[in-house]
């Protein structure tokens, strides 16, 4: 199996900054055959949205309401990844979820609580 252990999340007023990270552990067979990660968010009373995702090439995507302001990186050595949030706005409150794709079977993590104040 493959464990993702986030960190990084918090309170923090509108217009401030947050760094999330998220870490592979478990099962080397598994984890090498990642191949993208990503972050994932969960308002209440919304469904879970996909946020931004990398995959081992470099390329990444993002929701339209978060270009330009988050940024997504990873150490592909390490099966790390990473989410840069700038410019937070309250809207972007959520339950954070780091997501792995193991070609086809997806892993996720316990989640961790970004709360932006106005």
């Known amino acids: 199996q493959v464990q993702l252990v986030e960190s990084g999340g918090g309170l923090v007023q509108a217009g401030g900054s947050l760094r999330l990270s998220c870490a592979a552990s478990?099962?080397?067979?598994?984890?090498?055959?990642?191949?993208?990660m990503g972050w994932y968010r969960q308002a209440p009373g919304k469904q879970r949205e996909l946020v931004a995702a990398?995959?081992?090439?470099?390329?990444?995507n993002y929701v339209e309401s978060v270009k330009g302001r988050f940024t997504i990186s990873s150490d592909n050595g390490k099966k790390t990844v990473y989410l840069q949030m700038n410019s937070l706005k309250p809207e972007d409150t959520a339950v954070y979820y780091c997501n792995a794709d193991a070609r086809g079977v997806d892993y996720w993590g316990q989640g961790t609580q970004v709360t932006v104040s106005s």
């Open positions: 478990g099962s080397t067979f598994r984890i090498v055959r990642i191949n993208v």
């Open positions: 990398i995959n081992s090439g470099g390329s990444t």
